[in-house]
């Protein structure tokens, strides 16, 4: 590799002191308009870089924004996170960030590669996903006053539960599938889903549920739930249909159960997260738009890290029905 | 946040120079043993970290690994890469390094993207996954003699394709797929891959051939070819059965196109990338030991940094057949 340039060349060649390089590039208020033009040629002219090493020992920013990478889970719905990596890995490099991976398995182990990173890389900010209720990692993040913001709203009450977030509306979700159902004729309209006390799944239900009771439509006794998986969505959704036959459609709380409640029975199902697998088989699924979100999240990060007080805001974004044969 | 222990807080407590702390941090053959462990001592102590952007200043090294993510592709494989980065994360951590990802569309934008990360965030190593032939990347990479290990072996016989490179041995899981189906009885078996010209795709087809001729069966006629996907998959082995109508079982070269060639008609079919969707649906595959493979990437990344000749050198790993219904 070439020999690098640096700052003291770039103070050579522009006749300036290495000072005056420096505020040319980090502090451009303090330098004349003219030297500062000057400076800035020289630096094309040669190629200069600036050593990141050096501007965070100087400006205490590292230009890294950390997140969790997490294993693949039932395999189905891992290409969300993955989907969503993606977009804030762009979205991040057009604002001159790089993301940084980390994993963790549990709220305590995250709090350990927090303070990891921060005592090595000193990431600006975090990205935390997959938020809950009781989440001690919001907790930890405040109380040591970091930057952040949560894909995934705040799913409790609690004072500190006040941070800048970007979330997709999963009621607005279910209740667009459950509204695409009822278009189509369904009236007796189940809901498979998650173990009440899950945010996501509480709101994935809210959707169906308010959905049904403006139409008018009862729902007692429609509602079965289950750990998230293709076997234990069948299973519920067998149970349901054998409980209510005159039940003639689904609606899941993801394409796990979605998936399997197909095999339950011939009912229509819709699911949610719109994954690979949903495409392959023909499932109607609930699509979020991840790299809007993950944009989202990037935009709101650079308000914060700017110092914008009000960054401490949220983005509840709607996701959109993907209708095909299944329901 | 509690104030920062800084180097001079350590050298206080310890009794000992800045320098000292410094040395016995970085180069311990150079401090004495008593006084290396009083140090290591109060730095546990205190709690004192290593600041990143300060080591790096001063050792070259900025303990990050770069690596591109993809974007979500026809959504059926790219659960692989997703698995492979999150191998790599974890691999990487436990040798104290960190993943930072970058985005990029075309070789030309990867060199592009290699440039400003060299010039920013100065990476140690770069871990290049889909090798292909004629990869200009490894050329830039070898010729600006960076560190750096391919996930896939090079697919050229350059002079310049001798770099360290881990892979997952193709031609074995075809070959083992092929076996499988040897073993069940069938004689005609079919091959449905990609178009002539991809290293990945010519390997796997050559694991099917090799193992027909080992059984002495001829395999003239039986190979289709077509762009990945499902529907065009479909299209391939519609054409491959109607042709050849004796033939009772497909190999494929992915689980798309496996997919795609289960609804083409009543034959045994064997996929490749084990997927979530040949999970769901329970589609015989060819598994490729992801984790092991990120694993050995950071394991040869750890030796070229530490400067080692040897490491030079290349690791076939062997994929296994995960059988189901379809096969």
Redesign the interface.
């Known amino acids: 590799?070439a020999d690098k340039v640096t700052i003291a060349d770039v103070a050579r060649a522009a006749g300036v002191s290495r000072q005056t390089v420096s505020n040319a590039l980090n502090a451009p208020g303090v330098v004349r308009e003219e030297t500062r033009r000057r400076v800035l040629d020289v630096v094309e002219e040669l190629g200069y870089?600036?050593?990141?090493?050096?501007r965070?020992?100087r400006t205490g920013r590292?230009?890294?924004i950390a997140i969790r990478?997490?294993?693949?889970q039932?395999?189905?719905s891992?290409?969300v996170?993955?989907?969503f990596?993606?977009g804030l890995?762009?979205a991040a490099?057009k604002a001159g960030y790089?993301?940084?991976?980390?994993?963790a398995d549990g709220d305590a182990a995250e709090i350990a590669a927090f303070e990891d990173?921060?005592?090595?890389?000193?990431p600006d900010a975090f990205v935390l996903a997959s938020t809950h209720h009781g989440d001690r990692r919001i907790s930890w993040l405040l109380d040591?006053?970091?930057r952040f913001v949560t894909f995934g709203r705040p799913w409790s009450d609690l004072p500190n539960a006040r941070h800048p977030w970007v979330d997709v509306d999963g009621a607005a979700g279910t209740a667009a599938a459950t509204r695409h159902l009822l278009a189509a004729g369904h009236r007796r309209i189940g809901f498979v889903g998650w173990p009440p006390g899950s945010g996501v799944g509480d709101d994935r239900q809210a959707g169906w549920a308010t959905t049904l009771a403006s139409a008018g439509i009862a729902a007692a006794g429609l509602i079965r739930v289950a750990t998230d998986g293709?076997a234990t969505g069948e299973a519920a959704a067998r149970d349901l249909l054998t409980a209510n036959p005159d039940v003639t459609a689904l609606v899941c709380a993801s394409d796990s159960l979605a998936?399997g409640a197909r095999a339950a029975g011939p009912v229509a199902v819709t699911g949610f997260d719109d994954?690979?697998?949903a495409?392959?088989?023909g499932l109607t699924s609930v699509h979020q738009p991840l790299a809007e979100a993950a944009a989202s999240c990037v935009a709101l990060l650079e308000r914060i890290l700017a110092g914008d007080p009000s960054a401490r805001t949220h983005m509840l974004l709607t996701p959109s029905l993907i209708v095909r044969q299944s329901a």
Chains 1, 2 share one sequence.
């Open positions: 590799m870089r600036v050593n990141q090493a050096a965070q020992m590292s230009r890294l990478i997490d294993p693949d039932d395999g189905v891992g290409s996170h993955d989907r990596l993606h890995t762009e490099a790089r993301v940084l991976l980390y994993t990173l921060l005592g090595a890389h000193e040591n006053d970091l293709v998936l994954t690979p697998v495409r392959v088989v």
